[in-house]
């Protein structure tokens, strides 16, 4: 009963002084917040990363050559003898250039990327309609093209562009296939693009000898194996490791991964400062509370109640502003990620274990910070108390 009454005297303390006890819970309020912002915003970004390497692929190796001319580059047939490597599935060599593309009174600058058929595969590239690249396109370097679905409706609308003709860089091309959307990742958008025959992308862009090809394993586990091998290989080739770039999504993903934890983890340190902040205006305010209330102090141990009713109730009472301030910052930092996912382009996933460790960290707030005021009131001495003013 007298454990009641001490709760009620400490809610009616706390709702007797509305603006001071916001001002009191503020603190709390901004740490857990931040706290819940920051890292619920961190792990999107880390999902939102794993799931673009994944679409591209954690069992691709892109390898990238430097330089300029056959002595920094690779040949078509040493790129696809990298085929035999044990727990290779694939091997696509890539040209790369820049072009405008022309139908009737559109125009677009696109890239443009010389292919071979097995790209369908390494890259897992599909078509929605029409065909892909074939052997015989780049035997007898065929003017023929493929388009990313961003760049056929650019040109030709709502209209089916397979079949049709599409000028690039002045020299007219068929229109074979056109290409399942893929959306955008961190290389860019995968449908502004248009494939043609690697052959004939090695004339009309006028260069020699390959300077990008991916590579696919079997596996994820085949990655390490395969890229020393790759790295082996091309050591002996260029005879400097400089010349060449293997690179690596797994590790890239852990990377990232490593650098945002990091940057969340710093970022919530100090949104948790703010926390120790509010819990000394918790400990402040209430050690102003028990001088206000001295007297009233002196009046409840005059009349029989003991040192732990005392305690109790300034404990209970900074207790409820933490974890009342904890419980408000909690509902503020949900709503501002629900505001990032509404305005950010992508999905927002909820921190829901940093709102149980926020609600746990406010309530040991309340008791730490409480513990000195309490006892100061506690300890208060009947007699000084009652001739205090």
Not at 50 to 59: A, E, L, R, Y
Not at 200 to 216: C, D, H, N, S, Y
């Given at each position: 009963?007298?454990?009641?009454?001490?709760?009620?005297?400490?809610?009616?303390s706390?709702?007797?002084?509305?603006?001071r006890?916001?001002?009191?819970?503020?603190?709390?309020?901004?740490?857990?917040?931040?706290?819940?912002?920051v890292?619920?915003?961190g792990?999107?970004?880390?999902?939102?990363?794993?799931?673009?390497?994944?679409?591209?692929?954690?069992?691709?190796?892109s390898v990238?050559?430097?330089?300029?001319?056959?002595?920094?580059?690779?040949?078509?047939?040493e790129?696809?003898?990298?085929?035999?490597?044990?727990?290779?599935s694939?091997?696509?060599?890539?040209?790369?250039?820049?072009?405008?593309?022309?139908?009737?009174?559109?125009?677009v600058?696109?890239?443009?990327?010389?292919?071979?058929?097995?790209?369908?595969?390494?890259?897992?590239?599909?078509?929605?309609?029409?065909?892909?690249?074939?052997?015989?396109d780049?035997?007898?370097?065929?003017?023929?093209?493929?388009?990313?679905?961003s760049?056929?409706?650019t040109?030709?609308?709502?209209?089916?562009?397979?079949?049709?003709?599409?000028?690039?860089?002045?020299?007219?091309?068929?229109?074979?296939?056109?290409?399942?959307?893929?959306?955008?990742?961190?290389?860019?958008?995968?449908?502004e693009?248009?494939?043609?025959?690697?052959?004939?992308?090695?004339r009309?862009?006028?260069?020699?000898?390959?300077?990008?090809?991916?590579?696919?394993?079997?596996?994820e586990?085949?990655?390490?194996?395969?890229?020393?091998?790759?790295?082996?290989s091309?050591?002996?080739?260029?005879?400097?490791?400089s010349?060449?770039?293997?690179?690596?999504?797994?590790?890239?993903?852990?990377?990232?991964?490593?650098?945002?934890?990091?940057?969340?983890?710093?970022?919530?340190?100090?949104?948790?400062?703010?926390?120790?902040?509010?819990?000394?205006?918790?400990?402040?305010i209430?050690?102003?509370?028990?001088?206000?209330?001295?007297?009233?102090?002196?009046?409840?141990?005059a009349?029989?109640?003991?040192?732990?009713?005392?305690?109790?109730q300034?404990?209970?009472?900074?207790?409820?502003?933490?974890?009342?301030?904890?419980l408000?910052?909690?509902?503020?930092?949900?709503?501002?990620?629900?505001?990032?996912?509404?305005?950010?382009?992508?999905?927002?996933?909820?921190?829901?274990?940093?709102?149980?460790?926020?609600?746990?960290?406010?309530?040991?707030?309340?008791?730490?910070?409480?513990?000195?005021?309490?006892?100061?009131?506690?300890?208060?001495?009947?007699?000084?108390?009652?001739?205090?003013?």
């Amino acid at each position: 009963m007298i454990f009641f009454q001490s709760v009620r005297m400490a809610l009616l303390s706390v709702i007797s002084n509305k603006i001071r006890s916001f001002l009191t819970m503020l603190g709390i309020i901004i740490g857990v917040s931040s706290v819940i912002l920051v890292v619920s915003v961190g792990m999107s970004f880390n999902g939102q990363i794993s799931d673009q390497f994944g679409d591209m692929g954690t069992n691709l190796l892109s390898v990238n050559v430097m330089g300029r001319g056959v002595t920094s580059s690779l040949t078509y047939d040493e790129v696809i003898a990298y085929n035999k490597i044990k727990g290779v599935s694939g091997v696509s060599p890539t040209l790369s250039g820049n072009v405008t593309a022309k139908h009737r009174n559109n125009n677009v600058d696109v890239s443009l990327e010389g292919v071979i058929p097995a790209y369908e595969h390494v890259k897992d590239f599909h078509v929605q309609s029409g065909r892909f690249v074939l052997n015989i396109d780049s035997q007898y370097r065929q003017k023929v093209a493929v388009l990313g679905s961003s760049t056929a409706t650019t040109l030709f609308g709502s209209e089916n562009p397979v079949g049709q003709d599409i000028r690039l860089n002045g020299e007219t091309f068929k229109i074979v296939g056109l290409l399942q959307s893929k959306g955008t990742s961190l290389m860019g958008s995968n449908d502004e693009k248009i494939l043609i025959p690697l052959a004939t992308a090695e004339r009309f862009l006028q260069t020699k000898g390959i300077q990008t090809f991916e590579v696919k394993t079997v596996t994820e586990q085949d990655i390490p194996t395969v890229k020393a091998m790759l790295a082996n290989s091309l050591e002996q080739k260029f005879k400097d490791s400089s010349a060449y770039d293997i690179f690596d999504a797994q590790e890239m993903i852990k990377s990232m991964e490593k650098t945002n934890a990091l940057m969340s983890a710093s970022l919530a340190g100090i949104a948790g400062i703010s926390l120790i902040v509010g819990g000394i205006g918790i400990m402040n305010i209430m050690i102003v509370s028990v001088n206000e209330r001295t007297r009233e102090i002196g009046i409840r141990k005059a009349i029989g109640a003991k040192k732990s009713n005392i305690l109790i109730q300034f404990m209970i009472e900074s207790i409820f502003l933490s974890t009342l301030g904890g419980l408000l910052g909690i509902g503020v930092g949900l709503g501002f990620v629900w505001i990032a996912g509404k305005f950010t382009p992508f999905p927002i996933q909820y921190a829901w274990n940093m709102v149980t460790i926020s609600f746990v960290f406010s309530f040991v707030i309340g008791v730490l910070f409480g513990i000195i005021p309490a006892n100061k009131a506690a300890r208060l001495r009947p007699i000084y108390a009652l001739r205090t003013d």
